[in-house]
């Protein structure tokens, strides 16, 4: 895990099964942190999961190279603007999560998957591997789709970027889980179409780091070394980063939800960016959320 260097250690955990062709029915540390020891392998009834998950309901790491934004990056991930106008107006993937539709989550089928600006280009703009260093599958969440190509977030900066894909590149599964993190109300709320599964008060991003608004997704899910520790019993890798953090303890500013150990900041501005919540709702959420899930933080 690379949103914080002391996460490197930490165990790969996978979430709950997505159903494929169906539907599924901050940092932490305010200060540096001392290397863990390394910490030993999730087992499956802690993770919630089935073995097959890890294929289905895949995570990713992207690399600090890659996360890092260069200035070209930033100017070709502009294409996200170009791309929308290329689809068409029409319902996001969040509108359809809201609707109670549902989103589709795509999990990279072989060894990487070829990245367009647009569809149909003549030449890649990036290709992507999986598995990751953790040998878990890369995941995206499905914007839209449009014939053979599917328009996916990608977990790179700027935050909010996209690219194309070819639909038969990917293994496709569907959710109608969203999370939502109100930071001017410090509460988030998970909810399965209309319905609220579970509520809960958070910890947010400092004025000089904030915990940035936007669409993102579930990454990766990680059991940091200690439970007790200031990632808590889990922690959620999201796909955007700090706007203000380039490189945060070793990673890249990765954003995360996660739990804490330092539940009397819960309700505050406390992190560096990432949503703090209690190590209740963490491992709730670990047990009954999905890679890929959406996640809306309100601006």
């Known amino acids: 895990m690379k949103f914080n260097g002391y996460l490197a250690t930490a165990a790969l955990v996978t979430a709950a099964t997505l159903t494929t062709a169906a539907t599924l029915t901050g940092c932490a540390a305010s200060g540096a942190q001392p290397a863990p020891p390394r910490a030993a392998a999730t087992g499956q009834a802690e993770a919630g999961a089935a073995a097959t998950d890890q294929a289905e309901a895949g995570v990713t790491d992207i690399g600090q190279a890659e996360a890092g934004g260069s200035a070209t990056d930033q100017a070709e991930a502009g294409a996200a603007t170009t791309d929308q106008a290329e689809a068409g107006a029409g319902a996001s993937a969040t509108d359809h999560a809201e609707s109670g539709a549902g989103v589709e989550v795509a999990t990279v089928r072989g060894p990487w998957i070829t990245v367009y600006k647009r569809k149909a280009a003549s030449s890649p703009w990036r290709r992507l591997t999986s598995p990751n260093d953790y040998g878990a599958a890369r995941v995206f969440l499905v914007e839209r789709r449009d014939g053979e190509w599917l328009r996916v977030l990608l977990p790179i900066r700027p935050n909010g970027s996209t690219g194309w894909i070819k639909a038969g590149d990917v293994t496709l599964a569907r959710t109608t889980?969203?999370?939502?993190?109100?930071?001017?109300?410090?509460?988030?709320?998970?909810?399965?179409?209309?319905?609220?599964?579970?509520?809960?008060?958070?910890?947010?991003?400092?004025?000089?780091?904030?915990?940035?608004?936007?669409?993102?997704?579930?990454?990766?899910?990680?059991?940091?070394?200690?439970?007790?520790?200031?990632?808590?019993?889990?922690?959620?890798?999201?796909?955007?980063?700090?706007?203000?953090?380039?490189?945060?303890?070793?990673?890249?500013?990765?954003?995360?939800?996660?739990?804490?150990?330092?539940?009397?900041?819960i309700g505050t501005q406390a992190s560096h960016g990432c949503v703090r919540v209690t190590n209740a709702d963490i491992t709730w959420m670990a047990k009954n959320l999905a890679i890929g899930t959406p996640v809306v933080v309100k601006g």
């Open 177 to 265: 889980h969203r999370v939502e993190v109100d930071p001017a109300r410090f509460r988030f709320t998970v909810y399965d179409g209309a319905r609220v599964l579970r509520t809960g008060k958070v910890a947010t991003g400092r004025d000089g780091t904030p915990t940035p608004p936007g669409r993102y997704f579930f990454t990766e899910l990680v059991r940091p070394p200690d439970p007790r520790g200031p990632y808590g019993a889990y922690a959620f890798g999201l796909s955007g980063f700090s706007p203000t953090l380039k490189s945060f303890a070793g990673g890249p500013g990765q954003l995360a939800i996660h739990g804490t150990d330092d539940t009397a900041a």
